[in-house]
C-alpha cells in the first residue's frame, strides 16, 4: 500500500502563494488517482482538489477553483497543491490522499473513498 507525506505548509499573507507537495512509497504512485482534503478545527475534512492517475483529469472544490492548481509528477512520485491569492479561510490543515479506484465527479469528492491519507501539514492566513 502507499504511505503519503505532506510537506510545504506555512504561514501566509492573504493574497499570498504557497505550494504544498506530497511524497508516496510503497506501492506503483501512477495506479493511484490522488487529491488534496482539508480540515478545520473540529469538523470534517473536506474536498479540495483532485488529479487522475495520469494527470489528465482534475477536478476543484468550488471555492478554490481558479485559485488553486493540483498537478502531479509520476516519476517522482509527487503530488502537488499550488495555492494563489489565498484568503484567511484557506486556513486548515491539509491532507493528501490516495485512491486506487476511477471515479465520477460525485464520488471524486467523498472523503470515505480513500483509505490512504498523510499526516497532514498546517497552512495558515494571515489578513
Known amino acids: 500500500q502507499v504511505q503519503l507525506a505532506e510537506s510545504g505548509g506555512g504561514l501566509v499573507q492573504a493574497g499570498g502563494s504557497l505550494s504544498l507537495s506530497c511524497t508516496a512509497s510503497?506501492?506503483?504512485?501512477?495506479?493511484?488517482?490522488m487529491a488534496w482534503f482539508r480540515q478545520y478545527p473540529g469538523k470534517e475534512r473536506e474536498f479540495v482538489a483532485r488529479?487522475?492517475?495520469?494527470?489528465?483529469?482534475?477536478r476543484y472544490q468550488d471555492s478554490v477553483t481558479g485559485r488553486f492548481t493540483i498537478s502531479r509528477d509520476n516519476d517522482k512520485n509527487m503530488v502537488y497543491l499550488h495555492m494563489n491569492n489565498l484568503k484567511t479561510e484557506d486556513a486548515a490543515v491539509y491532507y493528501c490522499a490516495a485512491d486506487q479506484f476511477g471515479r465520477p465527479a460525485s464520488e471524486a469528492m467523498r472523503r470515505t473513498n480513500y483509505i490512504h491519507w498523510g499526516q497532514g501539514t498546517r497552512v495558515a492566513v494571515s489578513s
Open positions: 510503497g506501492d506503483i504512485f501512477s495506479r493511484y488517482a
Open positions: 488529479i487522475s492517475n495520469n494527470g489528465d483529469v482534475t
